[in-house]
């Protein structure tokens, strides 16, 4: 790999890609259920969650 300095770089914004992704996919199911996804106890759980996905997804891929 050429420019090996920008690769922790990359690598943080791909987690934040991911973590930001499923973080509108968790907000997404919860509303298709009709939930308030705007209270803090859905917020708190959404955040929590898709932070633990994206670690576990991102602890995989390398």
Do not use: C, E, Q
Not at 8 to 32: E, N, Q, R
């Amino acid at each position: 790999m050429k420019n090996k300095k920008y690769f922790p770089i990359l690598l943080a914004l791909m987690f934040l890609v991911l973590f930001v992704g499923m973080l509108f996919l968790s907000k997404t199911i919860f509303w298709m259920f009709g939930t308030d996804v705007n209270s803090f106890n859905i917020r708190a759980l959404t955040g929590f969650g898709s932070l633990m996905i994206t670690w576990f997804l991102f602890s995989i891929s390398f």
